[in-house]
């Protein structure tokens, strides 16, 4: 039975302490102390009372549920929900490369602490956005397990700012690589002709490497000098799935990159199914795209760290601190969701040069209206 008893009475290293006693559906005691008596109650009514007058009527084989097990349920669950494959893929790539050692674990074993053991062992080889992704799988799971009935609390919680996984503001506008107006112009000099019409559209329209792939020629509307965005390739090149903010979107082009479009219509004889690409080499595409964008900026004597994406980042920056189109115009061209999202990516490339404020004007306004 769940109850609050003094800390004296279960041993001196309990001294001064009040304690929670009480045992989880799937047996297991537990004794949490606390500074106070209220807090220690608090405790009893909100946590240990439910699990302690949880139906218990959890079979043996329940009970010996693994974290593998909790895994695949998440993954289920979450499939419903509405997430895309790509994602899915992504946590189950996460679990099998780095949590396979917790797979034959009994779920109603696990605790906070050896979860801790395992991220601080990941963080010596791997960087923060892969950790959080580790994290979020094991959160998950963990969850499952608390839903089954297996643990009273999920271990999971909180680690993530304990272990200052938690991303903070400010922190993805210096992870942005942009190439500047010179660089832009180098890189698309050194691109392979096969290839240019795909490097010149990513680097003016700020698609994404998947929505690229994924236009058909019927989404090129070249008159209006526009291209409609309802689709994007994921799963390694061999799925068509909703762009990632589920959102179709209509996106102008510049002059040149028509000029370039016709060309390559004409270079590649073909007005239907995918505009850079036959459908049967889809699944090579993304990796030849990669390694081309690689040895044009080795040509260009470009640092190698940028990527397809970087191109993305590359027209926001140069939208925004060269031809300084309002953010708006840059927000509705990406496709961010809102304006805040765009600001926090690329508020530092809006120029602050101009001396806006000399603009009011409001002292001389009036003296014109008193004259009037």
């Keep these: 039975m769940a109850r609050v008893v003094k800390g004296e009475k279960r041993g001196a290293r309990y001294a001064g302490k009040w304690l929670v006693d009480y045992r989880d559906v799937a047996g297991f005691r537990h ?26 009527t959890i ?14 349920r998440w993954l289920s669950i979450t499939k419903t929900r509405g997430c895309k494959q790509r994602s899915l893929d992504i946590y189950q790539e996460q679990w099998t490369r780095y949590c396979s050692e917790l797979a034959t674990v009994e779920a109603r074993t696990m605790t906070a602490r050896r979860i801790e053991g395992l991220l601080l062992r990941l963080a010596d080889r791997l960087g923060p956005s892969v950790l959080q992704l580790v994290h979020r799988v094991l959160h998950g799971t963990c969850g499952q397990a608390v839903k089954l009935g297996l643990l009273a609390t999920n271990p999971a919680e909180g680690l993530s700012k304990e272990l200052g996984l938690s991303r903070k503001r400010g922190t993805k506008v210096e992870e942005i690589k942009a190439l500047d107006v010179e660089q832009a112009a180098k890189f698309l000099a050194t691109v392979p002709p096969k290839l240019f019409a795909i490097f010149h559209l990513l680097i003016e329209t700020g698609l994404r490497l998947g929505e690229l792939l994924a236009l058909e020629w ?16 994921t799963c390694q090149d061999m799925a068509i799935g909703s762009p990632k903010t589920g959102v179709t979107r209509t996106v102008d082009l510049s002059t040149d990159v028509v000029v370039t479009l016709k060309a390559h219509a004409l270079a590649s004889g073909r007005r239907e199914g995918f505009v850079f690409l036959p459908e049967k ?26 990527s397809p994406h970087c ?18 115009y840059v927000q509705r061209q990406l496709g961010h969701n809102n304006i805040q999202q765009t600001v926090n990516c690329y508020g530092s490339w809006i120029p602050h040069a101009k001396r806006y404020v000399d603009g009011l004007k409001l002292q001389r306004q009036q003296t014109a209206t008193k004259t009037a």
């Design 31 to 56: 004794l949490p102390s606390f500074e106070t008596k209220a807090a220690a109650e608090d405790f009893l009514a909100k946590t240990a009372l439910p699990a302690a007058h949880r139906d218990r």
């Design 59 to 72: 079979s043996q084989a329940d009970r010996k549920t693994t974290l593998q097990q909790c895994f695949d």
């Design 218 to 233: 019927p989404d090129l509307h070249l008159d209006a000098r526009t291209l409609t965005v309802s689709k994007t390739m």
């Design 281 to 306: 080499a889809r699944g090579t595409v993304r990796h030849l795209i990669e390694k081309a964008m690689v040895k044009a900026l080795q040509q260009a004597k470009l640092p190698v760290h940028f």
């Design 311 to 328: 191109l993305r980042h590359t027209y926001a920056s140069l939208m925004l601190s060269v031809v300084e189109a309002p953010i708006t």
